[in-house]
Every structure is written in structure tokens, then in C-alpha cells.
């Protein structure tokens, strides 16, 4: 117990944490004192999950398994990673990120216009 306590979370371990803030896009647990990871909901169930607060409450207690350590100690979370994928499941790729908050990467031409 002291073990996970002070162990610093990577990628693939479990931990049992305690949920601490929820939003409209996941919840905040608590891995260990001071260490916070970020549970999206798409990482809750493999079903489609309509509202964090239908499966989470604050202080609940569960299991996470780490899967991205992210910039500034932050950790990406999962509960579904824990569980077999329920049979005829495939996993949709994801989308993926770019430096401008979400909008598309939009090319300039040579008059800075795009």
C-alpha cells in the first residue's frame, strides 16, 4: 500500500484512485497524493457512455489502468482497458490532434492568405 502511495504513475500500470472532479468529457481521479489523470469517456465502457454522472460519482473509488502520459504530469486513464472488448467489437480510429485547438489545418498561399 505505501508502495503506490509514492509510486510515479507510467504507462500500463493499474492503480486504484478516487474520482475527484467530473466534467461534460470525463473525470478526474486521483492516482496517488498530488497526482491526477484524467479519465475521458470515451475510456469508461466500451458502450457509448451519454453522461460521465450516470456511471461516476465524486469519492467513488475505482480501477485505472494509465495508457498516455501526457506533457506537465498529466496522465491519460482508462477503466475499459481493464475489461475484454465485448465480442464483434471494433475499435474506431481516432481522430487525430492538431496544434490549432481542434480547428483544420488550413495551408497558406504565397500572400499569407489562406
Do not use: C, W
Not at 16 to 24: A, L, M, P, S
Request: glycine content about 10%; charged content about 35%; overall charge positive.
Amino acid at each position: 500500500m505505501v508502495e503506490m502511495t509514492v509510486k510515479e504513475p507510467e504507462v500500463g500500470l493499474i492503480f486504484e484512485g478516487k474520482v475527484r472532479r467530473i466534467t461534460n468529457f470525463g473525470a478526474f481521479v486521483e492516482l496517488v497524493p498530488g497526482k491526477e489523470g484524467l479519465l475521458h469517456i470515451s475510456e469508461i465502457a466500451y458502450e457509448r457512455t451519454n453522461s460521465v454522472e450516470d456511471v461516476l460519482k465524486i469519492d467513488q473509488t475505482i480501477e485505472v489502468k494509465v495508457i498516455e502520459l501526457g506533457e506537465f504530469g498529466k496522465f491519460g486513464l482508462s477503466m475499459k482497458a481493464l475489461k475484454e472488448p465485448p465480442e464483434g467489437y471494433v475499435e474506431r480510429p481516432r481522430k487525430p490532434r492538431n496544434d490549432r485547438g481542434g480547428r483544420p489545418n488550413y495551408k497558406r498561399n504565397d500572400r499569407g492568405r489562406r
